[in-house]
């Protein structure tokens, strides 16, 4: 098995982890209205997919860092609408900005590189 696949496992692992002990908690403090599946999306979301990909982001160079922002962005864009779909009112505009948040983000850093690109052609 190789390191990244190791890291998205762990990174699977920790979100399944996570969920779960949401879940313990849950039944002892309960969330106010429908914020638990915001939470949920965070974690899955956040342990299973953008922590992994941002880490390799930093040590493995062999993928560039569009595609891991692209993963991503993606993976946002399929889990976010299945979850905005089962609340309503803030929950669903919170789940729905933090996939906005991540878009811009891609596009935000996209732009940066290409200009960093520029300026490294231009100084060439």
Do not use: C
Not at 92 to 104: E, M, N, P, Q
């Amino acid at each position: 098995m190789s390191r990244e696949n190791i890291i998205i496992l762990a990174g699977a692992l920790g979100a399944v982890g996570s969920l779960f002990l949401f879940g313990v908690v849950g039944t002892v403090v309960d969330t106010p209205g429908q914020w638990g599946s915001v939470i949920a999306f965070v974690l899955l979301v956040g342990f299973g997919f953008v922590l992994p990909q941002l880490y390799l982001m930093r040590t493995d160079a062999a993928v560039s860092n569009t595609a891991r922002l692209g993963v991503i962005t993606v993976i946002m864009l399929i889990l976010g609408p299945g979850f905005a779909a089962e609340v309503d009112g803030i929950e669903s505009k919170a789940i729905s900005g933090v996939v906005v948040l991540s878009i811009l983000f891609v596009v935000t850093h996209q732009l940066r590189e290409g200009y960093r690109q520029s300026i490294r052609n231009d100084t060439q």
